[in-house]
């Protein structure tokens, strides 16, 4: 077994104000992950999931990205109100939430639904976010 059973890579490349492509931290992706790793610390999840910070994941246009492994579970426009469904959704209940999903074939899941993640003993799946 790894040692985590899942990561969430969250893009906070920065670029120059102008920049045509853009970037992610300036569309927020810094509020994300640190709100995606106060969700994970007050679920207890921190031992099994990681919010980590990424370069660059090459979907500037769909920022704020972020992708999830092992799944591959690509997702873009992510706001900080999208954090507790991304939580509950996805990293507790196994679901691809279908509207963050970055409407791009290259960037498509090949699965709608993966395995729970086993939480540390003591934690419950239904527990609300
Ligand atoms: S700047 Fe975030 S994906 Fe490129």
Redesign the pocket.
């Known amino acids: 077994m790894s040692r985590f059973e899942r990561h969430m890579f969250v893009?906070?490349?920065e670029?120059p104000p102008g920049h045509p492509?853009?970037?992610?931290?300036e569309k927020g992706?810094e509020t994300v992950r640190a709100l995606l790793k106060a969700e994970l610390k007050k679920l207890g999840l921190t031992s099994v999931v990681r919010a980590n910070a990424s370069g660059?994941?090459?979907?500037?246009a769909?920022?704020?990205?972020m992708v999830i492994y092992p799944e591959g579970i690509w997702y873009g426009g992510v706001t900080p109100q999208d954090v507790p469904a991304i939580i509950e959704q996805t990293i507790l209940n196994g679901k691809v939430i279908d509207r963050l999903l970055i409407p791009d074939p290259a960037f498509a899941p090949d699965h709608k639904q993966f395995p729970i993640l086993p939480l540390p003993q003591g934690k419950d799946n239904s527990s609300p976010v």
């Open positions: 893009c906070v490349n670029r492509k853009g970037c992610c931290k992706s660059c994941l090459d979907a500037c769909h920022g704020v990205s």
